[in-house]
């Protein structure tokens, strides 16, 4: 393929890529820094979901989206592309040092579609999801290796292209500049590593941790008190004991509520579950109107926290199961089950269910403070700001 013809076509390539890479760019800022965000054109199903893999600690390399560092491979492509007219300036003499611009193009596109690999099959068996602008800059990558190495051969292009690195190291002002590169490379991942700027779906991923990945509930209280006897601020949470994010959250307000003063944490009731959820449309989580029931029943001989946190643990499947639980906590069981399928304990359900409503709170797990609202979770720091603001202090 003649100079010629091989840059135009390059040129294209690299072009269609770095369109696409801004796309997924904008893609990935809304998804993580933008809560108004629509859904992008290639979210189409919970499969073809390139918002969900946005979403993702995978999304990111040292705290840098793959997005932008695909933005620095396209825009280090058309350098080389156009290399031998930029280094006539001045101030970009150093460019000098590229000597063989097709073979850099060659071994980054074999090295960029090897590494595109390792994310697709990420993608596909531990996200789940598959990412069609990404899968297409993966094709694209390779095809552009393709075209730079016509009249080289891989091997050729990878010994040039180490070939003119140790050369251009050999220079002493080139190797220091390289070194100074080097370390402001180095320090500024170290930075987005470590701040998260760029990727704070992996900031939240680790705040979470302590609380997902937990057993059993370490800061667990017993009885029907959470909190401050006369508190200052009054957490109200809204819970599921069959949501799964909802297990992590009680350990987070347990926490909360230990470490601040002032604070008294308040626990209503919201199942998903059409037994006595009566906005529900379809079921979610069957079985949780009988478990809120008896973590109600247990409230009133004074263990409701106990109650709560074993419900939560051992997830029961049965009535029987919780009265294995009941009988673990040394309740009188008999009460227990008569106070469990009583009216008033469902009337009790059905407010907090109507309360939750009214308050424009249709999931698990939400939050109440001083009449805001919000739905789902946030990381521990985030709610302990929340609740600081709204006049709790550090014991």
Not at 81 to 103: G, R, T
Not at 311 to 339: G, R, T
Not at 351 to 360: C, H, P, V
């Amino acid at each position: 393929m003649e100079k010629d013809k091989k840059m135009i076509a390059i040129s294209i390539l690299t072009f269609i890529g770095l369109v696409t890479t801004i796309k997924l760019a904008v893609i990935y800022y809304n998804a993580n820094f933008n809560p108004y965000a629509l859904a992008s054109f290639c979210s189409v199903n919970d499969f073809i979901d390139c918002d969900g893999i946005a979403k993702t600690t995978e999304s990111q390399f040292f705290g840098i989206p793959l997005a932008y560092w695909g933005l620095l491979l396209y825009s280090f492509i058309f350098i080389m592309l156009f290399v031998d007219k930029l280094k006539n300036f001045k101030w970009l003499k150093f460019l000098e040092v590229f000597k063989n611009p097709f073979s850099y193009i060659a071994a980054l596109g074999v090295i960029s579609f090897t590494i595109s690999m390792v994310l697709l099959f990420v993608s596909l068996f531990e996200i789940k999801k598959l990412c069609i602008l990404c899968a297409f800059t993966y094709v694209l990558n390779l095809v552009i290796a393709v075209v730079a190495v016509q009249g080289i051969g891989f091997k050729s292009a990878f010994k040039n292209s180490f070939e003119d690195f140790v050369t251009a190291l050999k220079t002493k002002s080139y190797a220091i500049a390289f070194g100074i590169v080097l370390i402001l490379a180095a320090s500024f991942l170290t930075y987005t590593s470590i701040s998260y700027v760029f990727a704070p779906q992996v900031k939240k991923q680790k705040e979470f941790k302590e609380f997902t990945k937990a057993k059993t509930n370490k800061y667990a209280v017993s009885g029907n008190l959470l909190g401050a006897e006369n508190p200052k601020v009054v957490l109200h949470a809204y819970t599921d004991y069959k949501c799964p994010m909802c297990f992590a959250y009680n350990i987070m307000i347990h926490k909360l509520a230990k470490e601040l003063d002032g604070v008294k944490v308040v626990h209503h009731n919201m199942p998903l579950d059409t037994e006595c959820n009566r906005y529900l449309r379809q079921e979610f989580h069957k079985g949780s109107c009988t478990m809120a029931k008896y973590a109600v029943a247990a409230e009133k001989q004074g263990k409701f926290w106990d109650m709560n946190n074993l419900l939560f643990e051992k997830q029961p499947n049965s009535e029987k199961e919780i009265m294995e639980i009941a009988q673990s906590l040394n309740l009188d069981l008999e009460k227990l089950q008569d106070d469990a399928n009583s009216l008033e304990t469902m009337r009790q359900i059905q407010n907090d269910i109507d309360d939750a409503y009214s308050n424009s709170i249709n999931g698990t797990p939400s939050t109440i403070i001083n009449g805001k609202h919000h739905v789902g979770m946030k990381t521990y720091s985030e709610f302990k700001k929340w609740l600081k603001d709204e006049g709790a202090t550090e014991k």
